[in-house]
């Protein structure tokens, strides 16, 4: 809803547009009583438009800054914590966040992970259309956020696991074949292409979320992967490995 879309604003500009029909077509007076009327109303219109329309501008600026900050959180709990802060700064109240059993309040906002409901956002006081959507739209975001961190951390694990049965990990079954000695020139033979790649990433100095954001995989892929090479390598650390590349 827009600040035109107000129904007391909508009824005011019709009372103004009906003062104003009357004068044109039935012949209503314009004294000076009439028009000082008139100019109050058109006046109080405006002072009240201009006022929604600020609150809204700031409204979608908050919703914004609120959604990047919930978008780059990396964990379950990082993501609750995050969409609750943002949730408060969006409705100008207090917004608590809690996981069983919510209490009776204005406003209640699941946050699901598939078909469980993981937590509430429980607003105490009465919000407008526009503020409720835009919170709506957070809970549902943070649930989408939770269900990637949930997915990453089985993705973790199973790599993990497969690491510790002597496997190779996802990627390596998909490159299992050594990378070629001509790899960015200096990676060993006895590191997969997608060690090959991390490898020679790690030597610039990058960390796990920039070769993730590189490669398009996972922060906790990537930890995996290093985790590979420095065993492999024989390194206790990227210092070693980059100390030794020299």
């Known amino acids: 809803m827009s600040a035109a879309d107000d129904p007391s604003l909508q009824q005011l500009r019709r009372t103004i547009d009906e003062r104003l029909s009357r004068i044109a077509t039935a012949g209503e007076p314009a004294g000076p009583d009439t028009s000082r009327e008139l100019a109050d109303l058109i006046e109080e219109y405006d002072r009240r438009f201009a006022g929604q329309s600020a609150a809204m501008r700031r409204m979608i600026s908050e919703t914004e800054a609120a959604i990047a900050t919930l978008s780059r959180a990396t964990d379950s709990e990082t993501v609750l914590q995050s969409v609750r802060a ?97 790899v960015a020139g200096r990676a060993p033979s006895a590191l997969t292409r997608r060690e090959a790649e991390i490898h020679q990433l790690l030597l610039t100095g990058a960390g796990n979320r920039d070769i993730a954001e590189e490669l398009f995989v996972s922060v906790e892929t990537v930890r995996s992967h290093v985790k590979r090479i420095l065993h492999k390598l ?3 650390n990227r210092a070693e490995l980059i100390a030794r590349s020299d």
């Open 234 to 236: 024989g390194a206790r």
């Open 86 to 182: 943002g949730a408060a700064e969006i409705a100008g109240t207090a917004v608590r966040l809690v996981e069983h059993d919510p209490p009776p309040a204005e406003l209640l906002l699941p946050i699901r992970l598939g078909d469980a409901t993981v937590a509430t956002l429980v607003v105490e006081d009465r919000v407008d259309p526009v503020v409720e959507g835009a919170l709506v739209s957070m809970a549902e975001l943070a649930g989408l956020l939770l269900e990637t961190a949930a997915w990453q951390g089985r993705e973790a694990r199973q790599l993990e696991l497969l690491d510790a049965a002597g496997g190779l990990g996802r990627s390596g079954l998909a490159d299992a074949e050594p990378a070629p000695a001509g």
